[in-house]
């Protein structure tokens, strides 16, 4: 098995632990200040926020999925190892969603039960599916098939399609598509463009298996 996953992707080498440590700290707070930025703009009302932040729709759009997933990847890809991708990943959203829950209990004065079990479900399994982010960055046929994985995702979140239509549901959100795009680029232009052949095949066919959006 060990032999298996180095030739998709081998680890980088050895961190020492207080660079990881720090590292970890600050993803940690990153994701801190991040929740209560959310809360906050959430609790405030469109005519208080700055005009660019009220027209972007930014309150709506931090609380859609496709943000956290692309730095979900990106903190996963640039991790030193799928161990590592894992802790950074879980510290991240434990943060972010402890951080959020914490300011709408104490500060806006309520608790939306239901969505902090399905945020906190997300943020137990998020080190599993960080792993499988930090292999798609490796250079065999199985990392190849989980980037297009992870962009189909981001490309059902990002657009809205149809037989007779297609529509960009929100222009960050579209930044956010190309942002994962350029993340997860392949090494040669023809392994990108297979790569985008092939989100673009599994987006049109987890449509069809899971015909709702979050």
């Known amino acids: 098995m060990s032999d298996f996953l180095n030739g998709i992707r081998r680890r980088e080498k050895s961190v020492p632990a207080a660079v990881q440590i720090v590292n970890t700290v600050g993803i940690l707070l990153f994701g801190v200040v991040l ?5 906050f703009l959430d609790c405030t009302a469109s005519n208080e926020l700055p005009v660019l932040i009220a027209y972007l729709d930014v309150r709506n759009f931090l609380g859609r999925f496709p943000i956290w997933i692309l730095l979900a990847v990106c903190i996963s890809v640039y991790s030193s190892s799928p161990v590592r991708a894992g802790i950074n990943v ?5 943060g972010m969603v402890t951080s959020y829950y914490l300011y709408s209990n104490f500060v806006a004065g309520f608790f ?21 982010c930090w292999y798609a960055k490796g ?40 942002c994962g795009f350029a ?4 090494r040669s232009v023809r392994e990108t463009l297979l790569m985008a052949g092939m989100g673009v095949v599994l987006a049109f066919m987890l449509s069809i298996a899971v015909p709702f959006r979050f």
């Open 35 to 39: 929740g209560v930025f959310s809360k």
């Open 183 to 186: 993340v997860l680029r392949r």
């Open 139 to 178: 250079k065999s046929g199985v990392a190849m098939f989980l980037s297009a994985g992870i962009l189909a995702c981001l490309f059902n979140l990002t657009f809205s399609y149809g037989w007779m239509y297609f529509d960009i549901l929100s222009p960050l959100e579209l930044l956010v598509f190309l």
């Open 90 to 94: 879980f510290v991240f959203f434990a």
């Open 112 to 132: 939306p039960k239901s969505y902090a079990m399905i945020w906190g479900g997300f943020t137990v399994i998020s080190p599993f599916l960080a792993v499988l």
